[in-house]
């Protein structure tokens, strides 16, 4: 029987000819990535190791990126702590702030992450690789630290799920609303340990910033990891980010899925979803009077280049309603500095919305956007989990940058379209 693409990647990275689902393996890492959440936990298992350096100074990364610039004396000590094992460890890939990003923002960006790596990394969002065709998936904090010292790490090989894209997005359906919609469709947990493989003629008409988007949400399907098949556009981005080697792996023609989904993204609307799970979704067809106290823009999900300006398109020439509070939150620098060279962040801020450094802080309730008790946000982020974002008694809608903009115009969850 065949393998698939992330078996393959699996297999070369454990020296085996061939692996099969359900079995377990020890393989070789080319990325160890930790946050300054995750990572100082990893740093102290770590040193109960009596390790002296990490396995490869080169192949771990380290990104501040939750509650920086520091909301408060314990997040300033975690970010010292990291800081000091950057430095202690000589680790090449220590990104502060100034510099740094959103992590699964910044790690395509700096050339960290090519087709073929195998990746690891104390959260559960490293699975946005996969866009690059790399098996990349979140692991637990001590794994993190058994990958720093040994540069290796066990896996059971997972099962895989293929979805077959068709056709072109109709205007204002992006990477998100795709993913929302597979996700409304399996599930939060209809992807179990299973890899989401993505192929199909429909990629081409999918950015590389959707496919990001779309690997990044494979967790939320319960997914081991998300995948992509490596095309033009995947080359085209690695050649302008990285110098590193890459190896291109494609399913074979007798892989074995699970199960088969032929999806026509032509006939997929805007997308929302609704408290309190990914998979609670509604077309924006069939969202109904929802309104809102704050709109949250950016996040590892959908903090882009092409986000920014699809939400700065529809926000130019318009204003942000009354008693909305409207945030925009880059991915990385770099994307701020390109937004700010294109006008984007004028287009913005003229609207009315605030423009944020580089950080995770709202998406997960950690700062720059708590919700209060009974507030409503439309957000580009991963998750709407109760208390995601603030009180438990909040709520979270989570949609595409698009409707989040319209939605700031109105003050109500709205169609791009309709403005």
């Known amino acids: 029987m065949g393998m698939t693409m992330s078996q393959k990647i699996l297999a070369a990275h454990a020296g085996l000819k061939n692996v099969e689902p359900g079995q377990l393996i020890e393989a070789d890492l080319d990325l160890v990535l930790g946050n ?17 350096a990490v396995f490869d100074k080169n192949k771990v990364a380290l990104v501040p990126d939750h509650f920086t610039p520091n909301k408060d004396i314990k997040a300033a000590e975690q970010c010292k702590l990291l800081r000091e094992f950057a430095r202690n460890m000589d680790v090449k890939n220590y990104f502060e702030v100034g510099e740094m990003g959103i992590e699964h923002c910044l ?98 008409h999918l950015s590389m910033d959707d496919r990001f988007t779309m690997a990044n949400m494979a967790i939320e399907a319960g997914a081991k990891n998300g995948i992509f ?22 399913p074979d023609s007798d892989a074995e899925y699970e199960r088969v989904y032929e999806i026509d993204l ?12 990914p998979g609670n979704t509604r077309t924006i067809d069939d969202v109904g009077e929802v309104h809102v106290d704050q709109v949250v823009i950016g996040s590892c999900t959908n903090g882009r280049i092409s986000d920014l300006r699809v939400a700065a398109g529809i926000l130019k020439g318009r204003k942000v309603k009354k008693g909305i509070r409207c945030i925009v939150f880059p991915g990385t620098q770099n ?80 169609d791009p379209g309709a403005l």
């Open 107 to 204: 790690i395509p960006e700096k050339g960290l992450a090519v087709p073929g790596d195998l990746i690891i990394g104390a959260d559960s969002h490293t699975c946005t690789y996969g866009a690059l065709g790399a098996f990349s998936t979140g692991v637990g904090s001590t794994d993190m630290a058994a990958g720093m010292a040994t540069g290796k790490c066990w896996f059971k090989v997972p099962m895989a799920i293929k979805f077959v894209l068709r056709g072109k997005p109709q205007r204002w359906v992006s990477g998100k609303d795709v993913i929302l919609y597979i996700i409304g469709m399996i599930g939060v947990a209809g992807a179990l340990y299973k890899s989401m493989e993505f192929m199909g003629d429909g990629l081409g």
């Open 266 to 277: 032509s006939k997929i609307r805007p997308t929302v979803a609704f408290p309190h799970l």
């Open 229 to 250: 098949m490596v095309d033009d556009q995947t080359l085209d981005y690695v050649k302008k980010h990285s110098t590193k080697p890459y190896k291109i792996y494609e």
């Open 335 to 414: 994307i701020y500095l390109e937004a700010l060279k294109e006008g984007l962040i004028t287009d913005l801020v003229e609207s009315g919305a605030v423009v944020s450094t580089p950080t995770c802080g709202p998406c997960l309730g950690g700062h720059m956007g708590i919700l209060a008790k009974g507030e409503r946000a439309v957000s580009t982020t991963n998750r709407n989990f109760v208390g995601r974002m603030g009180h438990t008694e909040s709520e979270v809608y989570l949609a595409s940058p698009a409707v989040a903009a319209a939605s700031a115009v109105t003050g109500k969850i709205t």
């Open 36 to 52: 300054d959440i995750t990572a100082p936990v990893a740093v102290k298992e770590f040193e109960r190791t009596g390790c002296k």
